[in-house]
């Protein structure tokens, strides 16, 4: 036990670590003053009714640098496109357009994104989800944030709900806080450091288009991890900023939504034979174990005083994680649990049955990887 203690007391403090490293790092000023030139605000939109008028009200509201709206309705089959096309006959700023059939071997965000690239016209691209309200400077924050990178990416503050979101999206932060070494991904070009939160991303247009954009990733499920890839490959910077103040973002509604959402994309993340056992260690060593061994430690084992060290370091990174991102606090205590059901829904995805459709997202089945 005491062996064990000390592993999960030295996994827990390596995101300890590099979370203090990334916060300090996240608290530098974005970037320079917003450049001049026009940024186009674009947005894929499939059955968004319910989200798509706050979203185009909060884009239209943006300060600081001249703006265009391109909403891509993407065979909606509800009042989508109805609600765009009322906002845009009262402001010229923005634009509708109709995606064409998805052609073969593209994912249907990845398809919608080419097309409003190649119908925008600023001098910085910005996709965001349709559910991403920005905040007033948020575009002019981020295309200032260009001027030391050509890809600029960083997490909404995340709005939950309901327990199940609670429960499962806080991850996103704590992964990419808890575990890439931002400092040293602004210092190597190495493309597998490259990393983004596909909610919003800012590019400079001519970068985006000379590296093929959206096409060069036209079969992928995760838009966050493979165009900054794509860049870097080509010897363009990226770059992470905190975004907390720069915009909100709902994902999912409940617990179901959460579990399919992050499932559709896993086998391009953490869910691979190579790299899943490596997270199962890191993960469920540095935040799951500690509780495990401090429960036994209380039933009689050894090794609580290092057990009890690991769990609190383990919580204190997670708190600091949650509070620097403006997350629920209250989801803090449930950190074990959280990282237990990634854990799972990460296994699910990896082993489950294979069929001919792997992942099924906004009425589309897309082939296995």
Same mark, same amino acid.
């Given at each position: 036990?005491?062996?064990?203690?000390?592993? &999960?007391? @030295? +996994? *827990?403090?390596?995101? =300890?670590?590099? %979370? $203090?490293?990334?916060?300090?790092?996240?608290?530098?000023?974005?970037?320079?003053?917003?450049?001049?030139?026009?940024?186009?605000?674009?947005?894929?939109?499939?059955?968004?009714?319910?989200?798509?008028?706050?979203?185009?009200?909060?884009?239209?509201?943006?300060?600081?640098?001249?703006?265009?709206?391109?909403?891509?309705?993407?065979?909606?089959?509800?009042?989508?496109?109805?609600?765009?096309?009322?906002?845009?006959?009262?402001?010229?700023?923005?634009?509708?357009?109709?995606?064409?059939?998805?052609?073969?071997?593209?994912?249907?965000?990845?398809?919608?994104?080419?097309?409003?690239?190649?119908?925008?016209?600023?001098?910085?691209?910005?996709?965001?989800?349709?559910?991403?309200?920005?905040?007033?400077?948020? &575009?002019? @924050? +981020? *295309?200032?944030?260009? =001027?030391?990178? %050509? $890809?600029?990416?960083?997490?909404?503050?995340?709005?939950?709900?309901?327990?199940?979101?609670?429960?499962?999206?806080?991850?996103?932060?704590?992964?990419?806080?808890?575990?890439?070494?931002?400092?040293?991904?602004?210092?190597?070009?190495?493309?597998?450091?490259?990393?983004?939160?596909?909610?919003?991303?800012?590019?400079?247009?001519?970068?985006?288009?000379?590296?093929?954009?959206?096409?060069?990733?036209?079969?992928?499920?995760?838009?966050?991890?493979?165009?900054?890839?794509?860049?870097?490959?080509?010897?363009?910077?990226?770059?992470?900023?905190?975004?907390?103040?720069?915009?909100?973002?709902?994902?999912?509604?409940?617990?179901?939504?959460?579990?399919?959402?992050?499932?559709?994309?896993?086998?391009?993340?953490?869910?691979?034979?190579?790299?899943?056992?490596?997270?199962?260690? $890191?993960?469920?060593?540095?935040?799951?174990?500690?509780?495990?061994?401090?429960?036994?430690?209380?039933?009689?084992?050894?090794?609580?005083?290092?057990?009890?060290?690991?769990?609190?370091?383990?919580?204190?990174?997670?708190?600091?994680?949650?509070?620097?991102?403006?997350?629920?606090?209250?989801?803090?205590?449930?950190?074990?649990?959280?990282?237990?059901?990634?854990?799972?829904?990460?296994?699910?995805?990896?082993?489950?049955?294979?069929?001919?459709?792997?992942?099924?997202?906004?009425?589309?089945?897309?082939?296995?990887?």
């Amino acid at each position: 036990m005491t062996i064990l203690a000390c592993l &999960a007391l @030295a +996994l *827990a403090l390596l995101p =300890a670590v590099l %979370a $203090l490293a990334n916060l300090l790092a996240l608290r530098r000023p974005p970037g320079a003053p917003a450049p001049d030139g026009l940024v186009s605000i674009l947005i894929p939109a499939r059955n968004e009714a319910a989200n798509i008028r706050p979203t185009l009200e909060a884009a239209l509201a943006g300060t600081g640098v001249p703006i265009e709206v391109i909403v891509a309705d993407d065979h909606s089959t509800d009042a989508t496109a109805a609600i765009v096309a009322e906002i845009a006959a009262r402001d010229p700023r923005l634009r509708l357009i109709a995606v064409p059939p998805l052609p073969a071997g593209w994912t249907g965000k990845n398809h919608a994104c080419h097309v409003l690239g190649q119908a925008a016209t600023g001098r910085h691209l910005l996709f965001i989800d349709a559910d991403v309200r920005l905040a007033p400077g948020g &575009a002019a @924050a +981020l *295309a200032g944030a260009t =001027a030391k990178a %050509a $890809l600029v990416s960083g997490v909404p503050r995340q709005v939950t709900g309901s327990w199940g979101e609670r429960l499962t999206v806080p991850m996103i932060n704590f992964v990419l806080l808890g575990y890439l070494p931002i400092p040293l991904m602004r210092r190597l070009m190495d493309p597998g450091l490259g990393a983004a939160c596909g909610q919003i991303v800012m590019v400079e247009a001519e970068a985006y288009r000379r590296v093929g954009g959206h096409g060069a990733i036209r079969a992928s499920l995760h838009d966050g991890v493979r165009l900054p890839r794509v860049f870097r490959r080509a010897g363009l910077r990226t770059d992470l900023v905190a975004a907390t103040d720069l915009a909100t973002c709902r994902m999912y509604t409940d617990f179901s939504q959460a579990w399919a959402g992050f499932s559709k994309n896993a086998h391009e993340g953490m869910a691979t034979p190579r790299a899943l056992p490596v997270w199962t260690l $890191l993960l469920g060593g540095g935040h799951v174990l500690p509780l495990l061994l401090v429960i036994a430690a209380l039933l009689g084992a050894d090794g609580l005083p290092l057990a009890a060290a690991a769990l609190a370091l383990s919580l204190a990174t997670r708190a600091a994680i949650t509070l620097a991102t403006r997350e629920d606090p209250w989801t803090i205590a449930l950190h074990p649990l959280t990282v237990a059901l990634a854990l799972a829904l990460q296994w699910n995805a990896l082993l489950r049955p294979r069929r001919a459709g792997v992942a099924t997202w906004k009425g589309r089945t897309y082939p296995a990887a």
